[in-house]
Nanobody, 116 residues
Framework: VQLQASGGGLVQAGGSLRLSCAAS????????MGWSRQAPGKQRELVAA???????KYADAVSGRFTISRDNAKNTVYLQMNGLKPEDTAVYYC???????????WGQGTLVTVSS
């Protein structure tokens, strides 16, 4: 399984960005797809995840501002990020696997920088 993420960039606080992640290879074990992030000097943290059936989970820090969605036909997951804050600055990673806690497949990171 390969995951290809895109959509990062520089945005001002309050702005929006949309991240995309397309999966290729075997899709049998990709029940859950999601996004994690790692800010400088901090541990990687889960941002959002969504099951093949559309059940989404969010970190408290992004709930109400970020929306995760998924196109199963395209094996692609999206992260719409609105109301961005400087503390959202991080490298965002796409990940996928059979469950919310078991996501062995990871894409390369895409940098999101939010200026104040």
């Amino acid at each position: 399984v390969q995951l290809q993420a895109s959509g990062g960039g520089l945005v001002q606080a309050g702005g929006s960005l949309r991240l995309s992640c397309a999966a290729s290879g075997s899709f049998f074990n990709l029940n859950v797809m999601g996004w994690s992030r790692q800010a400088p000097g901090k541990q990687r943290e889960l941002v959002a995840a969504i099951s093949r059936g559309g059940i989404a989970k969010y970190a408290d820090a992004v709930s109400g501002r970020f929306t995760i969605s998924r196109d199963n036909a395209k094996n692609t997951v999206y992260l719409q990020m609105n109301g961005l804050k400087p503390e959202d600055t991080a490298v965002y990673y796409c990940n996928a696997g059979p469950t919310y806690v078991t996501t062995p497949y990871w894409g390369q990171g895409t940098l999101v920088t939010v200026s104040s």
